[in-house]
């Protein structure tokens, strides 16, 4: 799912997990928005192409699309 995410890069959201080991908040490459952030997972988004790629090369290992329903959801709030 991960591999198929980075080169499609077709969902709402991205989610990393546990996100203080990789990165913190404010070192995020640009353009790229924080929806929601906690010490387990992160959900991150952008308008810009290449995000997910950006998001590899900040040092996150894994990023998985993030939908608003299915097995990788979350809320808004």
């Not at 790229?32 to 290992?61: C, E, T």
Request: charged share 20%; with cysteine; net charge positive.
């Amino acid at each position: 799912m991960a591999g198929l995410f980075r080169l499609s890069e077709q969902a709402p959201g991205a989610l990393v997990l546990f996100p203080d080991r990789y990165l913190s908040a404010q070192d995020l490459p640009k353009g790229i928005s924080i929806l929601k952030w906690n010490r387990f997972f992160a959900i991150l988004a952008s308008d810009d192409a290449g995000y997910v790629r950006a998001l590899y090369a900040a040092g996150f290992p894994l990023v998985f699309p993030a939908r608003s329903s299915g097995c990788l959801s979350y809320r808004g709030r």
